[in-house]
């Protein structure tokens, strides 16, 4: 959070699985690739990506190996346990402390082993401020009710929800994901960065807290589960600020941007004709990058038109010295490297091959120089590659960016460091 000297444009606090990720009808994640472009495209530069879990964080991690997840600012765990923020995931002390707060783990688990009704869960999803259990839907009430009687007898405070139809969780009562994020809202308000806008996403009971928060919009995606959609029958259903979308998942969170005009709604992968956006976005360097690797997955993928007129553009925009450095270091013309893409045109076909762009972040060094930051990825059915990579560009009013060079070097994240058929 600290990357952002004024108040956030927008702050996007999401659920992941079934909410940004979406678990069925979409094998080659094209619905969280549509908002990955967008947000890398329009709002990293200053706006704020929270997700909010009811994962665990090795679970998360897990996820992170499994899916195009993007890298969020802030990363909310266990069911609104922990916070943690940044790259390294560093921890937020003090919400530590807020959840040690009249709980004791050992009386929680003494307790809960007394209702037969209650399985608990895998031990990944066991938290120091979070029991989950299995339990029948039918019994949720009962239960629910006498624990919280013996706990409170016990001398402590806590939280129960109930999400999934299945799943049941027990924290402190200061936990929560709508706990978590009027956590970071007044944390962001003491330093002067309260966002301008703030929509929450999410599909399950684990997510109800996050459209009680007040002055926040709040989208529930279409594929959205049954204890959440009785809630807001019964709380939400004429509150103006929240929306059930039509569209699944991350599609669903696109949609509520443009319902309710928060910002740019159109993703890059949208777009079908390149030429014609490479006109419309001469100020933003950032959209050059996101953009040029779109077009190369779909170069690779075989499914550009007008793909030989961009080429030709985007050699016309490259300088004639330009220089690209491969990640083993090795380095050729940029050029040159232009042209080598022609007989690399549909190799990937039908090979589940996908190109994402992570942490894109534009800086102006001196007057016309712009350095471009990101993280490029590659995926190749279950095998995925990341580069670091910089770009720097000159750029000259109404005449558009000029590729001086671009540089990657591996990234510590990538599974497998293989140089063969990486192309740019």
Same mark, same amino acid.
């Given at each position: ?12 606090? #999401? ?6 990720? *979406?678990?069925?009808? &979409? ?10 472009? +967008?947000?890398? &495209? ?8 929270? $997700? ?8 998360? @991690? ?7 997840? +993007? ?43 007394? $209702? ?16 989950? /259990?299995?339990?029948? @839907? ?17 001398? +402590?405070?806590? @939280?129960?929800?109930? #999400? ?36 929450? %996403? ?8 996050? /459209? ?32 059930? *979308? ?14 309710? @005009? ?11 004709? $390149?030429?014609? %956006? ?42 004639? *010295? ?30 589940? /091959? ?31 590659? %990341? %580069? ?6 000159? #750029? ?29």
């Amino acid at each position: 959070m600290e990357r952002l000297t004024s108040p956030p444009r927008l702050m996007i606090v #999401s659920d992941l699985d079934d909410t940004m990720v *979406a678990h069925h009808n &979409d094998n080659e994640n094209h619905s969280l690739l549509r908002f990955n472009s +967008l947000w890398e &495209d329009a709002y990293r530069h200053d706006s704020l990506l929270v $997700f909010s879990t009811g994962r665990a964080k090795t679970m998360y @991690k897990k996820l992170r190996k499994e899916r195009p997840l +993007l890298t969020p600012d802030v990363i909310v765990t266990s069911v609104g346990t922990e916070i943690s923020y940044g790259n390294s995931m560093v921890p937020d002390e003090k919400w530590v402390e807020i959840m040690n707060n009249k709980w004791n783990r050992g009386i929680v688990e003494e307790e809960t082993s007394k $209702f037969p009704e209650l399985t608990l869960q895998a031990e990944t999803e066991q938290m120091p401020h979070k029991l989950s /259990f299995h339990v029948d @839907k039918s019994k949720v009430q009962e239960v629910t009710k006498e624990l919280y009687k013996r706990l409170e007898k016990r001398g +402590l405070e806590i @939280k129960i929800i109930f #999400s999934g139809g299945i799943a049941l969780d027990v924290l402190p009562k200061g936990g929560g994901k709508g706990q978590a994020l009027a956590y970071l809202l007044k944390k962001l308000e003491t330093k002067g960065k309260l966002p301008l806008n703030t929509l929450v %996403c999410g599909d399950s009971g684990n997510d109800t807290e996050l /459209f009680t928060i007040p002055n926040v919009y709040g989208v529930m995606v279409s594929n959205a589960q049954e204890e959440l959609l009785e809630w807001y029958a019964e709380n939400g259903k004429d509150n103006s600020n929240i929306i059930h *979308a039509s569209e699944r998942c991350a599609s669903g969170i696109i949609e509520a941007i443009g319902h309710f @005009k928060l910002g740019p709604k159109f993703s890059p992968r949208d777009v079908s004709d $390149f030429l014609e %956006c490479k006109a419309d976005n001469v100020n933003r360097p950032g959209h050059e990058v996101v953009e040029f690797f779109l077009f190369y997955e779909r170069w690779r993928r075989g499914e550009v038109e007008n793909c030989e007129a961009y080429t030709a553009s985007l050699k016309a925009s490259s300088h004639p *010295a330009g220089v690209f450095v491969h990640p083993s270091g090795a380095e050729k013309s940029l050029r040159d490297t232009i042209d080598e893409l022609g007989k690399y045109y549909g190799d990937k076909k039908d090979k589940k /091959f996908r190109v994402w762009t992570d942490q894109v972040m534009a800086t102006e060094t001196t007057p016309g120089t712009w350095i471009v930051k990101l993280d490029k990825w590659e995926q190749t059915g279950s095998e995925r590659k %990341c %580069c670091t990579t910089t770009v720097k560009f000159t #750029s000259k009013e109404n005449e558009g960016f000029v590729w001086e060079n671009v540089q990657q070097t591996w990234s510590e994240e990538s599974d497998v460091k293989d140089e063969s058929n990486w192309i740019i």
